[in-house]
């Protein structure tokens, strides 16, 4: 993976191909930006830079040394991925970033550990890494990747180097999806337009049959919960969960309900936004899931611009709560009984 190889992100590649260019690498960067954005594969690609043996002139790497090959297939000793264990990174994890950084690199110049989801971050973990930010030793190179910096503590925050990610363009996320992938015209554009400018959540639909089958279903249980009683939130939330669940029984990585849970949210978090779209722009509005383009302007006049914000909020705060180890069953519940329209 090279810097040039990352879509939409033109700013943060620049500022760290100066940054190699100029000897100013920080020790510590905090990659902030939506989930699906790009924040992983630039780090990866950044690792590739510091440590690449045959650079190019711009400071990128070359993508066929040994130092790239090796952090292409995940096997190079001077780079570390800590991922959470579970819903959260904990502090034994951090403790074991430490140890290896009191070792200098084997082969390349830096010593680099990329912390996923930083956000999962325990206040026992943040404090444990609060001395290794202020006094990292000359060959370290930590990556945090945040979707949300300001659940970090504020001294962490003051002691890394900030990068900002955004959101591609419409065009953009279709050229990227057109170059990798054959599909058909049709699908295309509907990944692109629920992609909501998220190049790993296009490439992750384009290849996942479950991304698109999560999609179809969250959308269908929608439509048919809100044509139904409310009493019908308990057998909606308990389908959700039940098809999120991991097959494996006493399967140890419960981020993987989490994740699809939070998917399917998103999915519903964008249909109630194209039903504000419709209502406030009419005809005019431009809507993300236009396969869905009958149902929402079926069930638009069912609602008030009011409720449609407040039922915005609700799933972006049921969200969080998930991704807060909130009981998955209730909290979809809840979330349910709030985004009943105003007519029945």
């Given at each position: 993976?090279?810097?040039?190889?990352?879509?939409?992100?033109?700013?943060?590649?620049?500022?760290?191909?100066?940054?190699?260019?100029?000897?100013?690498?920080?020790?510590?960067?905090?990659?902030?930006?939506?989930?699906?954005?790009?924040?992983?594969?630039?780090?990866?690609?950044?690792?590739?830079?510091?440590?690449?043996?045959?650079?190019?002139?711009?400071?990128?790497?070359?993508?066929?040394?040994?130092?790239?090959?090796?952090?292409?297939?995940?096997?190079?000793?001077?780079?570390?991925?800590?991922?959470?264990?579970?819903?959260?990174?904990?502090?034994?994890?951090?403790?074991?970033?430490?140890?290896?950084?009191?070792?200098?690199?084997?082969?390349?110049?830096?010593?680099?550990?990329?912390?996923?989801?930083?956000?999962?971050?325990?206040?026992?973990?943040?404090?444990?890494?609060?001395?290794?930010?202020?006094?990292?030793?000359?060959?370290?190179?930590?990556?945090?990747?945040?979707?949300?910096?300001?659940?970090?503590?504020?001294?962490?925050?003051?002691?890394?180097?900030?990068?900002?990610?955004?959101?591609?363009?419409?065009?953009?996320?279709?050229?990227?999806?057109?170059?990798?992938?054959?599909?058909?015209?049709?699908?295309?554009?509907?990944?692109?337009?629920?992609?909501?400018?998220?190049?790993?959540?296009?490439?992750?639909?384009?290849?996942?049959?479950?991304?698109?089958?999560?999609?179809?279903?969250?959308?269908?249980?929608?439509n048919d919960f809100l044509n139904s009683p409310s009493v019908a939130a308990v057998r909606?939330?308990?389908?959700?969960?039940?098809?999120?669940?991991?097959?494996?029984?006493?399967?140890?990585?419960?981020?993987?309900?989490?994740?699809?849970?939070?998917?399917?949210?998103?999915?519903?978090?964008?249909?109630?936004?194209?039903?504000l779209s419709l209502l406030v722009r009419g005809d005019g509005a431009v809507v993300a899931?236009?396969?869905?383009?009958?149902?929402?302007?079926?069930?638009?006049?069912?609602?008030?611009?009011?409720?449609?914000?407040?039922?915005?909020?609700?799933?972006?705060?049921?969200?969080?709560?998930?991704?807060?180890?909130?009981?998955?069953?209730?909290?979809?519940?809840?979330?349910?009984?709030?985004?009943?329209?105003?007519?029945?």
């Open positions: 993976m090279r810097l040039e190889n990352i879509v939409a992100q033109d700013i943060a590649v620049r500022a760290l191909k100066t940054s190699i260019l100029r000897g100013q690498v920080a020790h510590a960067h905090l990659f902030c930006g939506p989930t699906g954005c790009g924040k992983a594969s630039t780090a990866l690609a950044f690792a590739s830079a510091l440590n690449c043996t045959d650079p190019g002139p711009d400071g990128d790497a070359c993508g066929i040394c040994m130092s790239c090959i090796r952090i292409d297939s995940g096997t190079d000793p001077d780079v570390g991925v800590i991922s959470p264990d579970g819903n959260q990174t904990k502090m034994e994890q951090m403790q074991d970033m430490i140890r290896d950084l009191n070792y200098a690199p084997l082969s390349g110049k830096y010593r680099i550990f990329i912390i996923e989801q930083a956000d999962t971050l325990n206040a026992a973990s943040e404090n444990s890494i609060l001395k290794i930010l202020e006094e990292p030793p000359p060959y370290a190179a930590l990556i945090l990747l945040s979707a949300n910096p300001n659940s970090l503590l504020a001294t962490i925050r003051s002691r890394c180097r900030m990068v900002r990610f955004r959101r591609a363009r419409t065009d953009e996320v279709g050229d990227a999806l057109c170059a990798k992938f054959t599909l058909p015209k049709e699908e295309a554009a509907a990944i692109t337009a629920c992609s909501t400018g998220l190049i790993g959540k296009a490439f992750t639909m384009a290849t996942g049959a479950d991304a698109l089958e999560d999609r179809r279903l969250a959308l269908a249980w929608l909606t939330a308990g389908d959700m969960v039940e098809k999120c669940t991991p097959k494996k029984k006493n399967d140890p990585d419960e981020r993987t309900r989490v994740r699809r849970l939070t998917d399917m949210l998103e999915n519903m978090l964008s249909w109630y936004a194209d039903l899931n236009v396969d869905q383009i009958d149902a929402l302007r079926t069930h638009a006049p069912r609602f008030s611009t009011a409720r449609l914000s407040d039922c915005v909020k609700t799933i972006m705060n049921t969200r969080r709560y998930l991704e807060g180890n909130a009981t998955p069953q209730l909290a979809l519940e809840c979330m349910l009984l709030s985004l009943r329209p105003d007519q029945g």
